[in-house]
């Protein structure tokens, strides 16, 4: 970009306390910039490392719930923008309080980790998984039609349940999930809260059916059967047909 | 109030306003981005040119979207009303086209469940501007949501904002038949908007008559009638207007659209 105002002074990095910052890096096992120290890309790279270190989750190296909220944010004004069908799942381990109580808090941040890997290789390069809670995650799909919703939850809640956990030498664990899904509204502007609200509460309608379950927000669409379909689109795609040269 | 309905059935047992004042109509469609809000506003502005009070009720609580299409940008809303911060009086504002509207605000969104208070507030303010008015018009949300269809039963008519597209006929078709079987609604006005040729709008609303006769299944005698009220031709001036958030009456009176909405107006005025 062309520069019109004149130069602003210059910051001069080594002036600045960054030792704090630095160990923290070190500590989280970011890599340190390669560049120059004390120079503008690397001041610029250190700030980077920075900011993916306060968006992601210590544990799992998922997205944290501040950053999903923003995720989410975008999402609500993109949907609304372009019409593009986006489902937000909200899911939870089942009864997880009982492995931390029985194999303590170990094996809970064990368990923790592997169902956020195996969720994170259940989806799509594109979706967002985030560690929103405890043991609360939430994943956000863009372009998910709305047809194909409840086979991805499924699929994730499926991937999960096949996990074998090692949780101690020779001591697997298997663990289930409850997800709870909604569509954000197309074409209108809503508010990340609401369409969380409205996930959560799908996630309560899957928890109290039993857990181990996915619950969709039923579409409209569910409404009409495939026969009704049939008979609705007949002699209009004819029509269509017919006038066409 | 004696008109209040019973909370624990909004759908199934709509209350039938007692006619007093103004003729109430809501606008829905079963999804969203069909032009619902642009076939409001404009058929509000054709209503006013016909010499008729018009009031638009932004009832997409939550969701709105007639500020935008309006480009208005109001101090006052229904929230406000509600939370008792303004009277109705300073929230109902003069909008381009000579109507009047009551717009729903961003506050809104913590109504957009329907809680016995929202349910409420919303029949009462419909029963304080229907004497004020010849027309009030609710512009409602899409889909069958329990707010939407519970905006739509406070309404004694109903027309339902269609494209040709499928997915929009697929959601316009089963609005209707929750209008028709939860409601027990006999009679529902269509507007095919975004129509690609002459006639289009006639052989979709012939095609949904059909399938509805078929599932739906009325009884003998009580025949279910959806109405083509519409059909309006996507044009040049439609687009222009809906990007420079103008009202197509207003800007471009003499297009094909706004002669579409209207011969609407007139369909409805009788």
Redesign the interface.
């Known amino acids: 970009m062309e520069q019109r105002l004149p130069a602003t002074p210059q910051i001069d990095a080594s002036a600045l306390d960054l030792e704090q910052a630095l160990q923290l890096l070190q500590q989280a096992g970011a890599l340190l910039p390669d560049e120059a120290p004390h120079s503008v890309a690397w001041l610029q790279a250190v700030l980077n490392a920075l900011c993916d270190l306060s968006s992601r989750d210590a544990l799992t190296g998922l997205v944290n719930r501040r950053s999903f909220e923003m995720a989410l944010a975008r999402e609500v004004d993109r949907v609304a923008r372009a019409?593009e069908a986006a489902l937000l799942l909200m899911l939870d381990i089942d009864h997880f309080k009982a492995v931390n109580d029985t194999h303590g808090h170990g094996a809970g941040d064990q368990v923790i980790r592997c169902v956020s890997q195996a969720i994170e290789q259940t989806v799509r390069p594109m979706d967002l998984v985030a560690r929103v809670g405890g043991e609360e995650f939430a994943i956000i799909l863009p372009n998910c039609a709305t047809h194909v919703g409840l086979a991805v939850a499924e699929r994730v809640r499926e991937s999960v349940s096949e996990l074998d956990i090692e949780i101690g030498p020779g001591q697997l664990l298997n663990v289930t999930i409850s997800l709870g899904g909604a569509f954000a509204?197309?074409?209108?502007?809503?508010?990340p809260?609401?369409w969380m609200e409205r996930a959560d509460r799908q996630l309560y309608r899957a928890k109290a059916e039993g857990r181990n379950r996915a619950c969709l927000e039923p579409q409209?669409?569910s409404?009409?059967?495939a026969?009704?379909?049939g008979?609705?689109?007949a002699?209009?795609n004819l029509?269509t047909q017919q006038?066409s040269p | 109030m004696s008109t209040t309905p019973d909370p624990a059935a909004p759908a199934t047992s709509p209350p039938r306003p007692v006619r007093t004042g103004a003729r109430t109509l809501a606008v829905t469609s079963?999804?969203?981005?069909v032009g619902k809000t642009f076939v409001t506003a404009n058929l509000a502005a054709a209503l006013a040119a016909r010499g008729q009070k018009v009031l638009v009720l932004d009832a997409?609580l939550?969701?709105?979207?007639l500020d935008?299409v309006l480009n208005l940008h109001p101090k006052l809303t229904l929230h406000d009303v509600f939370t008792e911060k303004a009277t109705l009086e300073q929230a109902i504002l003069p909008a381009p086209g000579g109507f009047s509207v009551l717009l729903a605000g961003?506050g809104m969104?913590e109504y957009?469940r329907l809680t016995p208070e929202v349910r409420d507030k919303l029949l009462h303010i419909i029963d304080l501007v229907k004497p004020r008015f010849d027309w009030v018009l609710l512009d409602t949300?899409?889909?069958?949501s329990d707010v939407v269809l519970y905006a739509i039963s406070l309404a004694q008519d109903v027309l339902v904002v269609a494209t040709p597209e499928?997915?929009s006929?697929?959601?316009a078709?089963?609005?209707i038949?929750?209008l028709a079987t939860q409601q027990e609604r006999r009679h529902v006005g269509l507007v095919v908007n975004q129509a690609n040729?002459v006639g289009e709008g006639k052989?979709?609303c012939g095609?949904?008559q059909?399938?509805l006769q078929?599932?739906v299944g009325p009884a003998p005698g009580q025949g279910f009638r959806l109405e083509l009220f519409g059909e309006i031709r996507s044009d040049q001036a439609v687009r222009q207007a809906v990007l420079k958030r103008q009202l197509m009456l207003e800007h471009y009176p003499g297009c094909e659209a706004a002669q579409a909405i209207k011969a609407l107006a007139s369909k409805l005025l009788g």
Do not use: C, H
Request: proline share 3%; hydrophobic share 40%.
């Open positions: 019409g509204p197309q074409w209108v502007r809503s508010s809260l609401l409209i669409d409404l009409v059967s026969e009704e379909k008979m609705l689109f002699s209009l029509e006038d | 079963g999804k969203g981005g997409d939550g969701l709105a979207n935008v961003s969104v957009s949300g899409a889909g069958i499928p997915t006929l697929t959601d078709y089963a609005t038949k929750v040729r052989l979709i095609q949904l059909q399938v078929r599932f």
